[in-house]
C-alpha cells in the first residue's frame, strides 16, 4: 500500500512551538512566516519563515492578547493588531490613505501572490468583488456571481469564506467555490466549482470538479493539482484541469487517481531531551487541528509543525492504467523526467499501440520546445523586436524528453535486453523513429545506429536494406561510413553507403576515398572530373593507388591524365615538388621511358 | 502467280517440356524410369525415350570438357534445347519452338517450300532464365523435388510435377519473355518516408496481435513496399503475386473509392478489404478456410507457410503463418476486422501521398525516354518500355529487334566484372545505350537518328542526372 501514497508532507517542516494557553501562534500567509507569540510578546516572539534566513525572534511588550501579528515584506515594518478596530506598528511611521471604495462586505480573502482580494458583499454574500493591487493603485475588477446551490429564503449570509479559496493554477488565477451537496438541490456529492478570474475581462465558471462524496474538505493547490482533502474518510483527491475526460461533459472532471490519503508521516523526536532508542511517533494525518493554507501550506498548530504538501510521481504510474493518459498527467507535472523515462521503459514491456502512443505524447511536448527554441533563435538573429517586448529564451521542462534522454534511459538498455524477441526490438525502434518523423523532428544518427546494429546482430540485412532503399534512415556520413564497415558481410552495403555519399554532395572525397580503396581508379578519376574536383585532387593519391594495381597501362593513363591537367593548370605537364611525385615520375621513366613523358607544349 | 513470300503471324510456343532423372532408370530397358515429366503427354513413349536420352547424352558428352559447367543449351537447325539440372540429377528441359523464325520460301520448281530457320534471334538468356523460373516456382509451391521424393518417392514427385506442370506450363508465354525476365526483378512502389513508416507500423503491429504471423509482404499498385521475408522468396513470390494472383482478380478495385470513409465511426466499420487467397466471403457458412501452401528457405532448410493474401483497393498486404498451424474461421473474421479497416485507410492514404508526389515532382520529371533499369543488389528493376504486364500479355513499346538488341548487351555486360558502357546504332535508326555501374545496369533506346555518338552520351548523362539523380552512377 505504502507505495500508493502520492502525496507526502514535505521532509523538512518548519517546526515552531506549539500553540498552548501561554503560546499563540499566528500565520502570514504573504511571507509564509508562523509567529509564536508567548505570553503576548513579553516572553519573546519567534517567527519561522520557509527558510532560516527569514526567521527572527524578539520580545515586545505585553499589552493585551494578540490577535494578529504580520511583517511587511522583507522584514522591516511589524503590524500587530490587539482590537478589532486597531493595528500598531511598533516602528512609528506615518500612514496615508491612498484610496478609498465603500462597499458592504461579509468578508473578505486575499491572494497575496496576485495581490488580488476578494469581497463577499450582498446579504447571501454570494456576489464577490475581485480588486488588483498593482504598484501602489488599486483597481476594481468586474464582479461576478458564485451559483448557490440553493437560494435560501428569507436571504441570509450562504457563502462562507471557508468555502472559497484563491489560487493560481496553470499560471491563471482561480477562485475555487467548494459546492456542498445539498438535499433540495438534487446534488447527491459535493463538488467544487472554479471561476477563472482574468486580469481583465469578466470571471467565467470554468471548471467543475466531481467529489462523488460528501462531507468536510479542505483544498491546496499543488504542481498545478487541485488536492482536495477529505477530512471523514482520511483520503485526498487530486485533480487536472487539463486533463480532458472524454466521457464527460466539457470542463467536468473526475479525479485523476483513486482516493488515497497522504504518505503516514513520523514525527521525528529532537532537542537535547531526545532519546535515540525512541523511534518517531507516527503523526495524526488529517487532524481537526490542521490549517490548510493556500497553496500547498499545511499548519498543525497544536504539534508546532508547518509543512508544504507534496505530489510524489512514482505511485501513479501503477495507479493508472491508461498509459497515454498517464502521460498527459505526468507531463504536465515538474520534477517528471525520470518518472516519465520509466514509464517509457515499462511501455517497452507492454504492446506496440501503447508504445506508440506514449511516444506520440512525447514527442508532442518535445517538438513545441524546439519549434519554441526556434522561433527564439530567430527572433535573436533578426534583432530585437520594435515595440514589443523581447522575447523570452522557452523554459526547457522537464518535460522535454529528447532522444538523448530516450537513447541513454530507454532505447540502449532496452535493446540489450535478454528473452525480448528481435521482432519487437525492431518494431519499437521503428515506432519511435515513426513519431519522431510524424512530428518533423531530425532524427538523430546515434538512433539509426542503434536500429542498424540491432538488425545486423540478428543477421537482417534485407531488412535494413529495405529501409535504407526507402530513406528511412536518413542519409549521413556516419551512417554511411557505418555501412561501408559492413561490406565484408553484407556486400550490398557497399552501394548502399555509395548512394548515400553522393546524396549528401559533400562527400566527394570520401567517395574518392572508397573508389580508390577498391582499386577503381579510372572510376574516381572519372567521377572527381564530373563534379568538377579534378583540378584540386592529390596526383599522388591517385598514383599511388594505380601503381598498387600493378596494372601498367592503368598507371601511365592515370599519369599522363594528371600531366595534361598540370599543362592546363600551370603551363607545364611537369609535377610541383609540394605534389610529392617524384617517385612515380622516376616509376614512370622506367617503366616506359624517358620520351613517353609528356613534353611542355609550345602553343 | 507463284505465292508470295509469306510472313505469318508467329509466336513462339512450347515444343516440349521435360523432367528427368537418369539414376532412375539405368538399366537398359528402364528408360522410362527415368522420365518424371513429359510435356505433351500424349507423345509416344519410345520418342519421349529418345529424346530424354539424346538430352542425357549431351550433358554428358558436354562435360567432359568443362566438369563443372554443364551445358546449358543446345542449337540445333530448327530448335533449341534448354538445361537446368535444379537438384542433384534432376534434369529440366525445354524445348520452345520460335516459328517467328521460319520462313517459307516459296519454291518456284514446285518442289516443296524449303524452310529457313532464323535461330540465332532466340536469346539463350532469356529462355534459361525462363526455365529456372519454372522451378522456382514449383518449389514455391511444392518444395524441393527432393522434398517429394523424401516423402513419397517417385510415386509422389511424379504426382505433384503433373499437378503443377499440367496448369503452369499453360500460363508460360513465352512469346512475351525478354530481358525482365533474366532480371526477374521487383517493381518497387515509390514512396515517401511518412507514409513508409506508417506501413511498418501497420505491418509490426498486426504482427503483434495476430501472432501466428511470422511474415508479411505489403504491396500496393502490384508494386512492392515491405518485404518481411527473404529476397530470393520474395523474388519468386512477387513474380506469382504479380503475374498471376493479381490479374486473376483484377475485377475493378475502384467501386466505392469515391465515397468517403469514416473509420472513426464506431461499431462496424466500413472497409473494403477482401480475401484473395482463402475464403471469397466470410458470411458464407460453407466458406472454407484453406490457403496456398508456400516455401520459403530458413537458415538451413525450408519452412512450410500458409498464404494469406489481403487486399483493400490497391493495398495488398500477404500474411505467412505456419502450416503446422489450422486456420480457423475464427482466424480470418479476426484478422478481417483488424486488418481490414487499418489497410483500407493505408491504402487510401498512400493514394493521397502518390498523388501529392506527383504533382510536387511535376511532368516534367516523368520519363521521356524508353528505359530498362535493373540493380541486382536489391533486385529492382523499372521499365518505362512495358506499358502493361499481365497474366497473359506483356506489352512492350518498343520493336522485338530493339529488345533483342537489349538482351545482347545484357549477355556482354554478363561476361565480364568491369563497369562498361555500350552503345548501338541499331539498323532502324534508334540509338541503344547499355550502362553498367556496380551492380546495376541501365538500357536506354533514344529515337534520334541524327544523333551523334556525342549527343547520345549527353542525353543518357542528362537522363541519369534527373533519373537517377539519388543513386551513385558513374558517368
Known amino acids: 500500500m505504502s507505495e500508493e501514497h502520492y502525496l507526502e508532507l514535505c521532509e523538512n517542516p518548519v517546526q515552531f512551538e506549539h500553540a498552548s494557553s501561554v503560546n499563540n501562534v499566528f500565520f502570514d500567509e504573504a511571507n509564509k512566516q508562523v509567529f509564536a507569540v508567548r505570553s503576548g510578546g513579553a516572553t519573546g516572539v519567534v517567527v519561522k519563515g520557509p527558510d532560516d534566513k527569514s526567521s527572527v525572534a524578539f520580545r515586545m511588550d505585553d499589552k493585551g492578547e494578540v490577535k494578529c501579528i504580520k511583517f511587511s515584506i522583507g522584514n522591516k515594518i511589524l503590524a500587530v493588531q490587539r482590537t478589532s478596530k486597531s493595528v500598531v506598528f511598533p516602528d512609528k511611521r506615518s500612514l496615508k490613505l491612498l ?53 435560501p429564503k428569507p436571504a441570509k449570509l450562504s457563502l462562507s469564506e471557508r468555502d472559497i479559496a484563491m489560487a493560481t493554477i496553470y499560471g491563471q ?60 474518510s482520511q483520503t485526498s483527491l487530486i485533480f487536472d484541469i487539463k486533463l480532458k475526460e472524454p466521457d464527460c461533459a466539457v470542463n467536468t472532471h473526475q479525479p ?39 497553496p500547498d501550506i499545511i499548519i498543525s498548530a497544536s504539534e508546532g509543525y508547518l509543512w508544504y504538501l507534496q505530489v510524489k510521481l512514482p505511485p501513479t504510474v501503477n495507479l493508472l492504467q491508461d498509459k497515454g493518459k498517464l502521460m498527459d498527467f505526468l507531463l504536465r507535472r515538474r520534477d517528471c523526467k525520470m518518472v516519465i523515462l520509466s514509464v517509457c521503459s515499462q511501455s517497452t514491456r507492454g504492446v506496440l499501440p501503447v508504445v506508440a502512443t506514449v511516444f506520440d505524447k512525447l514527442n508532442q511536448v518535445y517538438k513545441e520546445y524546439l519549434e519554441a527554441e526556434q522561433s527564439y533563435t530567430v527572433a535573436m538573429e533578426s534583432g530585437p523586436s520594435r515595440g514589443s517586448a523581447a522575447q523570452k529564451r522557452p523554459v526547457r521542462t522537464q518535460a522535454v524528453i529528447d532522444q538523448s534522454d530516450m537513447y541513454t534511459h530507454v532505447l540502449s538498455s532496452f535493446t540489450e535486453r535478454k528473452g525480448v524477441s528481435h521482432k519487437f526490438i525492431i518494431a519499437v525502434l521503428m515506432e519511435y523513429i515513426r513519431s519522431l518523423n510524424q512530428f518533423q523532428i531530425t532524427v538523430q544518427h546515434y538512433l539509426y545506429e542503434l536500429v542498424i546494429k540491432t538488425l545486423v546482430q540478428h543477421n537482417l540485412f534485407y531488412m535494413l536494406h529495405q529501409f535504407l532503399q526507402y530513406h528511412v534512415l536518413s542519409d549521413s556520413k556516419p551512417l554511411a561510413c557505418l555501412l561501408l564497415s559492413l561490406e565484408s558481410t553484407y556486400p550490398p552495403a557497399h552501394q548502399l553507403s555509395l548512394d548515400m555519399l553522393k546524396r549528401l554532395s559533400t562527400a566527394n572525397d570520401e567517395i574518392v576515398e572508397v573508389l580508390l580503396s577498391k582499386q577503381q581508379v579510372l572510376g574516381a578519376l572519372r567521377f572527381i572530373r564530373s563534379v568538377g574536383g579534378h583540378d584540386n585532387v592529390s596526383a599522388r593519391k591517385f598514383l599511388d593507388a594505380a601503381r598498387q594495381t600493378g596494372d601498367q597501362m592503368l598507371f601511365y593513363t592515370v599519369f599522363r591524365s594528371f600531366q595534361q591537367r598540370n599543362q592546363r593548370l600551370r603551363g607545364s605537364p611537369g609535377f610541383n615538388p609540394g605534389e610529392h611525385c617524384e617517385e612515380h615520375v622516376v616509376h614512370f621513366k622506367q617503366l616506359f621511358g624517358e620520351q613517353a613523358l609528356m613534353k611542355p607544349s609550345t602553343v | 502467280m507463284a505465292s508470295g513470300m509469306q510472313e505469318k503471324q508467329y509466336t513462339p510456343s512450347l515444343l516440349s517440356f521435360f523432367i528427368y532423372n537418369p539414376t532412375f532408370g539405368p538399366r537398359e530397358g528402364e528408360e522410362e524410369k527415368k522420365i518424371l515429366f513429359y510435356h505433351p503427354s500424349e507423345v509416344e513413349k519410345n520418342e519421349k525415350i529418345r529424346n530424354v536420352g539424346l538430352c542425357e547424352a549431351i550433358v554428358q558428352f558436354t562435360r567432359t570438357f568443362c566438369p563443372t559447367k554443364p551445358a546449358k543449351s543446345l542449337h540445333t537447325q530448327k530448335n533449341r534445347q534448354f538445361f537446368f539440372e535444379p537438384e542433384d540429377n534432376f534434369w529440366i528441359v525445354m524445348v520452345p519452338w520460335f516459328e517467328t523464325q521460319c520462313i517459307e520460301k516459296p519454291n518456284k520448281d514446285g518442289k516443296p517450300p524449303t524452310i529457313e530457320y532464323q535461330e540465332e534471334e532466340i536469346l539463350d538468356t532469356v529462355y534459361g532464365a525462363v526455365v529456372r523460373q519454372c522451378y522456382s516456382m514449383y518449389k514455391l509451391f511444392n518444395g524441393t523435388f527432393g522434398r517429394a521424393m523424401e516423402a513419397g518417392g517417385v510415386e509422389l514427385l511424379t504426382q505433384k510435377l503433373e499437378k503443377f506442370f499440367y496448369r503452369y506450363l499453360q500460363t508460360l508465354h513465352l512469346q512475351s519473355c525478354d530481358l525482365l525476365d533474366v532480371f526477374g526483378g521487383i517493381s518497387f512502389f515509390p514512396l515517401d518516408k511518412m507514409t513508409y513508416l506508417k506501413i511498418q507500423s501497420f505491418v509490426n503491429k498486426v504482427e503483434e496481435s495476430l501472432s501466428l504471423i511470422k511474415y508479411t509482404a505489403f504491396l500496393y499498385n502490384d508494386q512492392l513496399i515491405w518485404s518481411g521475408l527473404e529476397q530470393d522468396d520474395m523474388r519468386i513470390l512477387y513474380k506469382y503475386l504479380t503475374t498471376s494472383l493479381f490479374p486473376r482478380h483484377s475485377e475493378p478495385e475502384l467501386a466505392g473509392r469515391d465515397s468517403p470513409l469514416r473509420p472513426e465511426v464506431a461499431g462496424n466499420l466500413l472497409h473494403y478489404g477482401r480475401f484473395l487467397t482463402g475464403p471469397t466471403n466470410l458470411k458464407d457458412p460453407e466458406a472454407k478456410f484453406r490457403f496456398p501452401k508456400i516455401f520459403v528457405s530458413t537458415g538451413d532448410g525450408y519452412e512450410e507457410l500458409h498464404l494469406i493474401v489481403y ?27 483488424l486488418v481490414g479497416p487499418q489497410l483500407t485507410l493505408l ?61 545482347d548487351i545484357n549477355c556482354d555486360f554478363a561476361r565480364v566484372d568491369e563497369d562498361e558502357e555500350i552503345i548501338v546504332k541499331a539498323m532502324t535508326d534508334y540509338w541503344v545505350v547499355g550502362k553498367k555501374s556496380d551492380q546495376r545496369e ?6 534520334q537518328k541524327n544523333a551523334n555518338l556525342i549527343e ?20
Open chain 1, 99 to 151: 484610496k478609498s471604495q465603500s462597499i458592504n462586505v461579509n468578508w473578505y480573502q486575499y491572494c497575496p501572490e496576485t495581490a488580488v482580494i476578494l469581497l463577499s458583499t450582498t446579504v447571501q454574500g454570494n456576489i464577490l468583488q475581485p480588486f488588483a493591487f498593482r504598484s501602489g493603485t488599486m483597481s476594481k475588477m468586474s464582479k461576478f456571481e458564485i451559483e448557490l446551490p440553493v437560494v
Open chain 2, 456 to 475: 547520345v552520351n549527353e542525353e543518357v548523362k542528362r537522363l541519369c542526372a534527373t533519373q537517377f539523380n539519388n543513386i551513385f552512377f558513374l558517368d
Open chain 2, 311 to 337: 487486399k483493400a483497393m490497391s493495398a495488398a498486404a500477404c500474411f505467412m503463418i505456419s502450416a503446422s498451424v489450422e486456420l480457423t474461421r475464427e482466424f480470418c473474421e479476426q484478422l478481417d476486422g
Open chain 2, 347 to 407: 491504402a487510401s492514404d498512400i493514394c493521397e501521398q502518390f498523388t501529392i508526389n506527383r504533382r510536387i515532382s511535376g511532368p516534367e520529371k516523368e520519363p521521356q525516354f524508353k528505359f530498362i533499369y535493373f540493380n541486382h543488389m536489391n533486385l529492382a528493376e523499372k521499365s518505362t518500355i512495358h506499358m502493361r504486364k499481365t497474366a497473359s500479355v506483356c506489352l512492350t513499346s518498343v520493336h522485338p529487334d530493339l529488345m533483342k538488341i537489349l538482351g
Open chain 2, 442 to 447: 541501365l538500357y536506354v533506346i533514344l529515337n
Open chain 1, 173 to 232: 488565477l482561480h477562485v475555487m467555490y467548494l459546492k456542498h451537496h445539498s438535499r433540495t438541490a438534487n446534488s447527491t456529492s459535493a463538488e467544487v466549482v472554479l471561476y477563472h478570474l482574468p486580469r481583465e475581462g469578466a470571471c467565467k465558471k470554468s471548471h467543475v470538479l466531481k467529489l462523488n462524496t460528501t462531507g468536510k474538505f479542505a483544498l491546496n493547490i499543488v504542481d498545478n493539482l487541485v488536492v482536495v482533502h477529505h477530512q471523514s
Open chain 1, 256 to 294: 485523476v487517481l483513486p482516493a488515497r490519503s497522504i504518505h503516514p508521516y513520523r514525527i521525528p523526536l529532537s532537542g537535547p531531551a531526545v532519546v535515540p532508542s525512541q523511534p518517531p511517533v507516527p503523526c495524526q494525518l488529517y487532524s481537526s487541528s490542521w490549517s490548510v493554507f493556500q
